[in-house]
C-alpha cells in the first residue's frame, strides 16, 4: 500500500499541530483555572467568582480559535483565502471577548449596582443601555480590524436610523420614556405605588418596552413606559418608607373620654411592642363629635406599607374586644323621631 507523503505534509501536520496546540492550551487554562478558583474561594468578594464563571466557556473557543490561527498558516493555501480566514478568525475571537464583558458587566451590575449606587435603580432597561454600548463597541471594532471604514457605516446608520425611528415612533417613546423614569429616581424596583387610574402595587420592572406592577392579589399588571411617565402616582417609598396610618372609631355618647383615650394609646402600645406591625411612638388622636357618636381619629406609625392593612385590622379587633371588656358601647347610627300631637 502506497503512502502519499505529500498528502500527510499537506494535511496531517496541521491537523497534528492544531490537536497539539489545543491540548496544551486547555491544560494551561485548567491549571490557571484550578490555581485562579482557589483564590478567588479565599476572597470576600464576589467579583472574582463572576469573572471566572463567564470566562470559562469562552477560554475553550479561544484555544480552537488559537490553535486554528496557528495552524492554518501550515496548509498552504492561497493568500487570498488565507486573509478572509484570518479575518474572520480575529471577528470572531473580537465578538467572543465582547460576549465575555457583556455577560460580566451584567453580573456586575446585577450584584454590585445596589450596594454601590443604592439611588439609582438597576432595572431591564439600564442592562440593556449598558449591554447595547459594549456590544455597539465591540461590532466597531471588529469591522475596523478588517479594514472596513466605519465612518461612512455610521453615517448610513444615522440616515437610516431617523427612517427606523419613525417608523418605530411609539417603541422609542417607551424606551425613552423608561430612561427618564430611572434618571427621575421618583420610582425604583420595590416601590409600592398608586396610580391616579387606581392602579397599585409593587414595581417588580422597569423594561425597555413597559413596566410590570404585581398587585396585592399577586397579578401582573404591564403598563406602557410612556403612559406611566404621564400618570400621576403616589409612591409610597418616598421620602422615606415610615409612613401613618389614619382611622376612626367611634363611641357612645354615655363613654367617658379620657378612659377612651387611655385604652386606645394602651392597645395601640401593646400591639406595636407584641408584633412590630407599626412603630412604639404614641400614637396620636384627634376628637370630634358627630350625630351620633363621640369619633376618635387615630393616627399610628408604620415602619413600611405593607403593614398597613395587617395593622388597620387588628387594631380594630383589639379595641373592639377592649371595648366590650371596659363595657364601652360602639353605637350605630339611629334615629329618634318625635311626633308632636297637636290638640
Same mark, same amino acid.
Do not use: C, M, W
Given at each position: 500500500m502506497e503512502i502519499n507523503i505529500e498528502l500527510i505534509k499537506s494535511y496531517g501536520i496541521p491537523i497534528i499541530s492544531f490537536i497539539v496546540i489545543f491540548v496544551i492550551f486547555i491544560i494551561i487554562r485548567n491549571i490557571l483555572f484550578k490555581g485562579i478558583e482557589k483564590w478567588a474561594k479565599a476572597t470576600h468578594s464576589n467579583l472574582d467568582d463572576i469573572i471566572v464563571s463567564s470566562l470559562r466557556f469562552p477560554s475553550i473557543l479561544w484555544g480552537i480559535i488559537l490553535a486554528f490561527y496557528?495552524?492554518?498558516?501550515?496548509?498552504?493555501?492561497?493568500?487570498?483565502?488565507?486573509?478572509? /480566514?484570518?479575518?474572520?478568525?480575529?471577528? +470572531? /475571537?473580537?465578538?467572543?471577548? +465582547? %460576549?465575555?464583558?457583556?455577560?460580566? +458587566?451584567?453580573?456586575?451590575?446585577?450584584?454590585?449596582?445596589? &450596594?454601590?449606587?443604592?439611588?439609582?435603580? %438597576? +432595572?431591564?432597561?439600564? &442592562? *440593556? *443601555?449598558?449591554?447595547?454600548?459594549i456590544y455597539s463597541l465591540g461590532?466597531?471594532?471588529?469591522?475596523?480590524? *478588517?479594514?472596513?471604514?466605519?465612518?461612512?457605516l455610521l453615517t448610513a446608520l444615522g440616515v437610516g436610523g431617523l427612517a427606523v425611528g419613525l417608523a418605530l415612533k411609539d417603541t422609542l417613546s417607551n424606551l425613552f420614556s423608561g430612561i427618564y423614569i430611572i434618571l427621575e429616581r421618583n420610582l425604583k424596583i420595590g416601590d409600592f405605588i398608586e396610580t391616579s387610574d387606581g392602579i397599585s402595587g409593587i414595581v417588580e420592572d422597569i423594561g425597555w418596552r413597559t413596566t410590570k406592577i404585581r398587585e396585592l392579589a399577586n397579578n401582573i399588571i404591564v403598563i406602557p413606559n410612556e403612559k406611566l411617565a404621564q400618570t400621576i402616582l403616589k409612591n409610597y417609598e418616598l421620602p422615606e418608607k415610615k409612613l401613618s396610618?389614619?382611622?376612626?372609631?367611634? %363611641?357612645?355618647?354615655?363613654?367617658?373620654?379620657?378612659?377612651? &383615650?387611655? /385604652?386606645? /394609646?394602651e392597645e395601640c402600645q401593646k400591639y406595636a411592642r407584641e408584633t412590630g406591625n407599626i412603630l412604639e411612638d404614641e400614637p396620636l388622636l384627634r376628637f370630634k363629635p358627630s350625630d351620633f357618636s363621640l369619633d376618635f381619629t387615630i393616627i399610628v406609625k408604620l415602619p413600611e406599607i405593607m403593614k398597613k392593612w395587617q395593622a388597620r385590622s387588628d387594631l380594630y379587633e383589639r379595641l373592639f374586644k377592649r371595648f366590650k371588656e371596659e363595657n364601652i358601647e360602639i353605637p350605630y347610627p339611629i334615629e329618634t323621631i318625635y311626633l308632636k300631637k297637636e290638640e
Open positions: 496557528i495552524s492554518i498558516d501550515l496548509f498552504g493555501i492561497p493568500p487570498r483565502l488565507d486573509l478572509y /480566514i484570518h479575518n474572520i478568525l480575529t471577528v +470572531t /475571537i473580537i465578538l467572543s471577548v +465582547t %460576549v465575555a464583558l457583556a455577560n460580566i +458587566t451584567n453580573q456586575i451590575i446585577s450584584t454590585y449596582a445596589k &450596594k454601590l449606587a443604592p439611588e439609582l435603580p %438597576v +432595572t431591564g432597561v439600564t &442592562k *440593556i *443601555i449598558v449591554i447595547a454600548i461590532i466597531l471594532i471588529a469591522l475596523d480590524s *478588517i479594514g472596513i471604514e466605519i465612518t461612512p396610618l389614619v382611622f376612626d372609631i367611634g %363611641v357612645s355618647y354615655d363613654s367617658d373620654v379620657d378612659k377612651v &383615650k387611655q /385604652i386606645i /394609646i
